[in-house]
């Protein structure tokens, strides 16, 4: 056990945070879509760490996080493709997977031995200014216990990870609230690996060929994508119009409930505000947790992923 520092975002707060960095130390960042857990991806150690504090499977590759595009393609094999979805959406809550170059010199551990990297420029002004002061590439998923409520908020962060993490650096809450989207560009066809917080439909407008759906998802080719996936201890219940008496109501749109996604029905809103909502529904201790229909498209599409992994089986 350790003692976790909460730092504030300023220059002290960015200067400490880089320097554990750099010494081999986990710390969790804002980004614009959720906390990252970063740790140097050249560091073979500082990578293992991350497996270990959130006891995260190592055959689960991890998003590479650097401060602009130009760094990116010194570790990737840059194409015409990504350099339009580069240019329309970095920074932003895009994660591009391409080919790993073979003098990327980053830790096995990120890429779990795939010859392809997931790489991505955030949008946050206090991970731009962290990666800056750092000066590296920084791999960093989600900082929260594997499989569990995605963080939002420092508080969500030392909720899951104090005592295994070397700091939180706090930048408030994220305004995205969803994981980056994932497309893969490993080959002529673009690939939608994971949905997130960038509509599909955005991204499509860009590309020759709209991506196609990942066929395979047994084959972790991408962070996000395992059957279970962001639970609360509550089980979920889907499309649900009302709760049952053990379980509290999580809505969208106008409705009686406990906590309401958007009452004006506004994805973005709902999107902004789905891991905040369970956890604080998880943290009244109830059974089961019913959960409003969500529309099935745009970002509802993220939203209706995260759900569904959330429902999903356990291991």
Same mark, same amino acid.
């Given at each position: ?102 003098? %990327? &010199? !980053? +830790?096995?551990?990120?890429? $779990?031995? @795939?010859?392809?990297? =997931?790489?991505? /420029? ?36 030392? %909720? &899951? !990870? +104090?005592?295994?993490?070397? $700091?939180? @650096?706090?930048?408030? =809450?994220?305004? /995205? ?44 080719? $991408? ?93």
């Amino acid at each position: 056990m350790i003692r976790t520092e909460l730092l504030k975002p300023d220059n002290s707060g960015i200067t400490r945070a880089a320097r554990l960095l750099a010494d081999g130390a986990l710390v969790a960042f804002p980004t614009e879509t959720v906390y990252g857990l970063g740790a140097d991806a050249r560091n073979n150690l500082a990578v293992a760490r991350i497996f270990e504090a959130k006891g995260r499977p190592r055959f689960n590759p991890l998003i590479v996080h650097v401060a602009t595009t130009d760094i990116a393609r010194n570790y990737v094999a840059w194409s015409d493709q990504a350099e339009a979805l580069a240019h329309a959406f970095w920074p932003g809550p895009l994660t591009l997977v391409l080919p790993l170059r073979a003098d %990327a &010199g !980053l +830790s096995d551990l990120v890429t $779990a031995g @795939l010859p392809s990297l =997931a790489i991505r /420029v955030p949008a946050h002004p206090l991970a731009h200014r962290l990666l800056t002061a750092f000066g590296g590439p920084v791999a960093a998923p989600s900082a929260n216990p594997s499989g569990r409520i995605s963080p939002t908020t420092a508080a969500h962060v030392l %909720a &899951g !990870l +104090s005592g295994r993490i070397a $700091a939180v @650096l706090d930048g408030g =809450a994220c305004p /995205v609230g969803l994981e980056s989207t994932i497309i893969g560009l490993t080959d002529d066809t673009p690939v939608l690996l994971r949905h997130g917080g960038l509509p599909v439909e955005d991204v499509a407008m860009l590309l020759p060929a709209a991506p196609v759906q990942n066929t395979s998802p047994v084959i972790l080719t $991408a962070p996000g994508q395992m059957e279970s996936h962001y639970a609360p201890a509550a089980r979920l219940r889907l499309n649900a119009a009302s709760p049952k008496p053990d379980e509290a109501m999580l809505g969208f749109g106008a409705m009686d409930c406990d906590l309401n996604l958007s009452p004006r029905e506004d994805l973005a809103e709902a999107a902004a505000n789905l891991f905040p909502h369970l956890h604080s529904l998880d943290a009244r201790h109830v059974a089961g947790i019913a959960v409003s229909t969500i529309p099935e498209r745009g970002l509802g599409r993220a939203i209706n992923d995260r759900l569904r992994r959330a429902a999903a089986p356990r291991p």
